[in-house]
Every structure is written in structure tokens, then in C-alpha cells.
């Protein structure tokens, strides 16, 4: 049922009315009004009753019959909907607010009746009624569910030559979430109507529904075949594609809405992502500018024309871009203007807009610290990311992802002990996090001497994520640690086949060196160092082999 708010004001039904004799209806009414402007519902609903009581108008009722089953009050429901039903005898919607008071008391048959009466008495005809009872039911929870799709179903039965029929009956059950029933209702109502679109499209949303993706989307393109110049159901393909991540067919189809509809600006904006997303800049840097020059949606079109200036490189022009935006997109925008400063040695300014986030945005406020932090360690000041890590966490200490950095950063630092206390503070909120496992391992076997002991924490991380490369590595270099050059050499060759990291490469270098195979291994540090040619572990390595 609509909610109550929604419906029109009976105050004026009343005065129209009401004798200036008669004050005590004018009275329930205005008292009813004036509790539902309050919010108070439940009064306003005691108020129509004792109205609808002295009323002859059936609006009154209804107003009564309609704040009661919002509420949930089946006594005041059906006494209102009998009150508005006597008042209104050709009127289909007192039957159908009284099936409905009777469906959620369990008694099926009499609603029913009152459901039948409904469609008898709908001047639309059978088909407006079916789409009147699912309106009605639509909102419903709980067992009355169970109940209302049986007594459609029974309805159904009754006028199985009708296709409006049907398809009420798998909208209802679309809505209820049971989409193999919605799948059997639309199929026989597009039997019965074969050149009737509704039931394909309902088709088409209980096969996604049901993870169907495929089936829906030839359902689609058959019905787009025959009514190739229907927008709304090509829009509906696009969208279909697009919740099924098939960026390249959804673009295709959004380009030919926008040939149908050239100044439609929601599509050209969604157009534009697409085209981001697959890395056809000039198209997307073309429908972003378009958006600019329309006034509409032009903070997005900034913030997204920044983004495409930073991947292609162009420092200035991301700077520019990023620089207009105002609105959702803005502490986004500050956060990429400070990367793209740093990247081009503005440090200070770079920290200035971080500080700019956390002062007005405080929900970024831990993305604007870890970026700074690792800006820091970027430019070699380690000891300066650490102590902004401290404040971070001083503020959000139970931050995951700052500890996990402080911790990180300390390794950096040497200053081990306090990488196991932030490293093991955080295994004891997350005892199996293979992330976590794997780096307090790796800190044992390459800083320390307590190899077994990073080892048997490898191995939790290894048997809960044995697909990791990075995992496989801090294996493979504990292995190697402990002498077991040969096992080590099987890990780390695996996790190379997976990721081309430099400190795998270094990692695997160094024990084909000890093998013997130095040809290999200088063969690989060469290519790491082609591919990263200022990694760190990787030059040390070849300093030392060397």
C-alpha cells in the first residue's frame, strides 16, 4: 500500500461536508491531520477511525483503511475498509485493501473473494486488475508472502487465456525473489501473447536473477532484432552488459543511444567511462569535454579528464583538471593533486593538500596520511614517515592499514622489535591473515636469525594462500636461508613464473648463484633490472654476486 503520507489530505473532504452544527467530525479530522504533520502516525490513525465512523464520504474511510494497514493494525484496517466499502459498493479498492488485511490474518478464501470482486469491478479490465493486486502485494514481508503469490496463483488459474495474467504472477514472484517461478509465469504469458515484449524482459531479469547472464542477454538481442529502434530496450541492453562486465559491447550499445539521442548527457557520461575503462583515451577525453562544454556533470568530467592526464603523463594538464573540481569528487581530486606534485618535486605543496584533505574531509583522513607516509619513504625520509604514522595512529589506532605501515616502515628503519610489536599487535586481531603471517615471517628470515620461527609463520600464510607469489617467495628465500637451495629453487621459480617481481628475481638470482648456475643468474638480474632499473634489493644483489 502507498505509505500514508503519500495520500491526498481528507481535511478538505470534510469541510466540505460537515454542517457548522456538526464540530466533532471537523474536530477527529483536523486532530488527525494535525498528529500526522507531527509524525504521530498511530494517533493520526485513531483519529480517522472516529471520523470515518460519523462520515458519509468514503474518502475518509479510506484514509482510515490505509493508515491502519500501513501500520499494521488489522482490527482498524478491516473495520475502516468495511466502512469504505459500503460507502464505495463499485469502488475495486476497499476489496482490495480488505484481501489484504485478510491475506496477513491467514484467511485465504475470503480474501479471495474480495480479490475476485476487485477485478470484476476494474473498468480497466482484467489485466489493470492483475497490475492493481501486484501493486497492492508487492510490499508485502514474511509469511504473508507465501500467501499472496498462492492466491495469485488461484486468480491465474481462473483466467489462464489471460497473458496479463500471467505476467502479474511473475512480476509478483520476480519481486518476492523466487525467479524460477517468475521464469515459468513469463514463459506461458509469452505463449499466450507472442509478439508481447513485457514477458521477455521479465524473462530477461529472472535469468540474471538466477546468474543466467548469457540467456538473458540473447533473449535481449532477439528482441532487439525486431525492435531495433526501441530506445528504452536497447538502454536496458546496455545496462544489462554492463552489470555482466562486458565493457566493449556495453560502449557499443551506448554509442548508438547517443546517435538516437545525441543530447543525452547521463549516456555520454556513461560513455566516457566506458571508454576509459578500455583505454580509448581520445574517445573518452572527447565525450569529457563535451560534458564540459554543456555545464552539466562538468566537476565529474573535470576529476575524470584529471585521471586520463595523469595516466597519459601529462603532469600539467592533470594538475589543471584536477584543480576545477568541486562537489563529490573534490577530496578524490586533492589526493591525486598531491601525487602528481610529489611526482613533480613539490613536496611541500603536495603536503599542503594533504593536510587540506584531513582539515575539511575527515572521512579521508587515512588515505590522506598513507599517501604523505609513502610519499616520505619515496623521498628517502623514512624516520619523518614513521613519526607520521605515529600521529596517524595516535588519532585511529585501531587503523589496519596505518599500523601495517608504521610496521613496514620500521623494518625499513632496522628497528625490528618495533616492526614485531605493530606486526604481532595486528596477528592478534587477525590471527589468519596470510598477509600478516607472511610478513612477520619475512622480516624473521631476512632481518633476524630466527628462521624456523619465520618459517612455521610462512607456512600458515602458505597453506592459506599457496597461490601468493609473494608468499611463495618469502618461502622460497626461508628455504634458502636455512640451506635448502634446492627446494628454495623450485618455489622461487614458480613464483617467478606468476610475477616478475624484482625481489623475486633477486631472490631466485642469488640461489641459482649458490647452485652453480651464475650464467641463469646473472641472466635474470639483467632482466629485473631492464624491467625496474632503480630496485633496490635487486642492485645490492648484483653488488654482491658481483
Excluded at 444 to 467: F, H, K, M, N
Amino acid at each position: 500500500m502507498p505509505e500514508p503520507q503519500d495520500e491526498q489530505s481528507a481535511a478538505s473532504v470534510v469541510t466540505e461536508e460537515v454542517s457548522p452544527l456538526d464540530d466533532r467530525l471537523l474536530f477527529h479530522v483536523l486532530s488527525a491531520e494535525l498528529a500526522g504533520n507531527q509524525g504521530d502516525l498511530r494517533q493520526s490513525q485513531q483519529a480517522y477511525m472516529d471520523a470515518a465512523r460519523l462520515s458519509n464520504d468514503p474518502r475518509v474511510a479510506e484514509r482510515a483503511a490505509r493508515l491502519a494497514l500501513y501500520l499494521h493494525d488489522p482490527l482498524a484496517a478491516q473495520e475502516a475498509s468495511q466502512r469504505w466499502q459500503a460507502l464505495a459498493p463499485d469502488d475495486p479498492a476497499p476489496h482490495e485493501a480488505l484481501a489484504l488485511t485478510l491475506l496477513r490474518n491467514d484467511r485465504m478464501e475470503q480474501a479471495l473473494d474480495h480479490l475476485r470482486t476487485a477485478l470484476r469491478l476494474q473498468s480497466g479490465g482484467v489485466g489493470s486488475g492483475f497490475e492493481r493486486i501486484v501493486a497492492l502485494l508487492a510490499r508485502e514481508t514474511g509469511e504473508t508472502k507465501a500467501l499472496a503469490l498462492t492466491a495469485v496463483e488461484a486468480l491465474v488459474a481462473e483466467h489462464a487465456a489471460e497473458p496479463q495474467a500471467y505476467q502479474a504472477w511473475a512480476e509478483l514472484a520476480l519481486q518476492y525473489g523466487q525467479p524460477e517461478l517468475a521464469l515459468k509465469a513469463a514463459e506461458q504469458a509469452k505463449t499466450l501473447a507472442p509478439d508481447w515484449t513485457a514477458p521477455e524482459l521479465l524473462l530477461v531479469q529472472a535469468h540474471l536473477k538466477l546468474e543466467e547472464g548469457d540467456k538473458a542477454v540473447e533473449l535481449l538481442e532477439q528482441v532487439l532484432r525486431r525492435q531495433p529502434n526501441d530506445y528504452d530496450l536497447r538502454l536496458q541492453y546496455a545496462r544489462t552488459l554492463l552489470g555482466l562486465e562486458q565493457a566493449e559491447g556495453a560502449l557499443q550499445q551506448f554509442e548508438l543511444l547517443l546517435k538516437a539521442r545525441p543530447n543525452d548527457l547521463q549516456i555520454r557520461y556513461v560513455a566516457a567511462l566506458l571508454s576509459l575503462e578500455l583505454g580509448e583515451n581520445d574517445k573518452a577525453r572527447t565525450y569529457l569535454l563535451q560534458l564540459v562544454n554543456s555545464g552539466q556533470r562538468s566537476d565529474d568530467a573535470y576529476f575524470y579528464l584529471g585521471r586520463l592526464a595523469q595516466t597519459e603523463g601529462d603532469a600539467k594538464g592533470a594538475l589543471r583538471w584536477y584543480r576545477q573540481v568541486q562537489g563529490q569528487y573534490r577530496p578524490d581530486a586533492l589526493l591525486r593533486l598531491a601525487e602528481v606534485l610529489a611526482q613533480q618535486g613539490q613536496p611541500a605543496a603536495a603536503q599542503a593538500k594533504l593536510k587540506e584533505v584531513r582539515q575539511q574531509y575527515p572521512a579521508y583522513t587515512t588515505r590522506s596520511y598513507l599517501l604523505e607516509a609513502a610519499q616520505l619513504r619515496d623521498q628517502g625520509r623514512l624516520h619523518d614517515a614513521h613519526a607520521l604514522y605515529t600521529e596517524a595512529l595516535q588519532q585511529q589506532p585501531d587503523d589496519i592499514d596505518l599500523r601495517y605501515g608504521r610496521a613496514l616502515t620500521a623494518v625499513m628503519l632496522g628497528q625490528i622489535d618495533a616492526a614485531e610489536r605493530d606486526l604481532r599487535e595486528l596477528l592478534r586481531r587477525q590471527p589468519d591473515e596470510p598477509i600478516l603471517l607472511n610478513a612477520l615471517g619475512y622480516t624473521l628470515v631476512d632481518q633476524t636469525t630466527r628462521y624456523y620461527e619465520g618459517l612455521e609463520l610462512i607456512e600458515r600464510a602458505y597453506a592459506l594462500s599457496p597461490d601468493n607469489p609473494a608468499i611463495m617467495d618469502s618461502m622460497g628465500w626461508a628455504l634458502y636461508r636455512l640451506q635448502r637451495l634446492e627446494e628454495a629453487r623450485e618455489l622461487l621459480l614458480e613464483a617467478y613464473g606468476l610475477s616478475e617481481d624484482g625481489e623475486i628475481a633477486a631472490h631466485l638470482a642469488e640461489v641459482l648463484w649458490h647452485l652453480g648456475d651464475r650464467h641463469e643468474a646473472r641472466r635474470i638480474l639483467a632482466e629485473g633490472l631492464k624491467r625496474e632499473p632503480g630496485h633496490k634489493v635487486l642492485l645490492d644483489t648484483r653488488k654482491r654476486l658481483r
